[in-house]
């Protein structure tokens, strides 16, 4: 069964700089997605970025952007000059579309602080 | 074009009761999920619609709960005999294909006392 870990429960970082949110995953697919969710205290899931497996090139929205390694099963997120509305749970996510299963499959999540 | 909305937000019940939650996807979405979040966890995946046929269940889904789509807009999802153990946040998301983005409705809070 495919597995995503987020390795680290709670993350701080001071506004305006950049901080790291790791994510692995486990899977013998080729083929998939991954996301990034961000969960505000409201608790309202929002996507924040998506990437296929088949692209090579790393995804990026805006101040958000991923450094994809399908050999590591690696899949990280960098946000850049963060604002105090970055704080939130994030959660990375796999799916597979392999056997019809669309269900996506999370991690635990990582508490991001921002401190102003 | 409006989200996928929930209701109730909050329920509150006592451990034996019936509950019953909805969630209504965004227009056009032919595919529904339903999700549950307990605290400190990541959504664990319940079942899927794709418009009124139930595609998929997880193991997650005991005989106690049964979800519905009957016209493959809205769907409900019914819990019997709620246990402590059923606390938690479900979750709702719609799409409008397989390969398309999940989008999240707020969540259903469930207290089970």
């Known amino acids: 069964a495919q597995t995503v870990t987020q390795s680290q429960p709670e993350m701080s970082v001071q506004e305006a700089e950049t901080v790291t949110l790791s994510c692995t995953y486990d899977?013998?697919?080729?083929?998939?997605?991954l996301f990034w969710y961000k969960q505000p205290p409201s608790r309202q899931m929002i996507l924040v970025i998506r990437?296929?497996?088949?692209?090579?090139q790393n995804a990026t929205e805006n101040r958000f952007s991923v450094n994809f390694q399908k050999a590591a099963k690696s899949f990280s997120l960098k946000i850049s000059d963060s604002q105090l509305g970055d704080a939130a749970m994030y959660f990375c996510?796999?799916?597979?579309?392999?056997?019809?299963?669309?269900?996506?499959?999370f991690g635990k999540g990582t508490k991001l602080t921002v401190n102003p | 074009d409006t989200g996928v909305s929930q209701d109730p937000r909050h329920k509150i019940t006592k451990r034996g009761q019936n509950v019953t939650f909805r969630c209504d996807p965004i227009?056009?979405?032919?595919?529904l999920y339903w999700y549950r979040q307990t605290l400190g966890q990541g959504p664990e995946f319940l079942t899927y619609?794709?418009?009124?046929?139930?595609?998929?269940k997880s193991r997650l889904l005991s005989d106690r709960f049964s979800a519905e789509r009957p016209k493959g807009s809205f769907s409900t999802l019914e819990i019997q005999r709620t246990e402590q153990g059923d606390s938690a946040m479900y979750l709702c998301?719609?799409?409008?294909?397989?390969?398309?983005?999940?989008?999240f409705g707020p969540g259903t809070r469930l207290l089970v006392l």
């Open positions: 998301a719609s799409s409008l294909a397989s390969w398309e983005t999940q989008y």
């Open positions: 899977t013998s697919e080729s083929d998939y997605y």
């Open positions: 990437q296929e497996a088949y692209k090579q």
């Open positions: 996510a796999y799916r597979s579309p392999q056997g019809g299963s669309e269900k996506l499959v």
């Open positions: 227009s056009e979405h032919n595919r």
């Open positions: 619609f794709q418009n009124e046929a139930q595609l998929e």
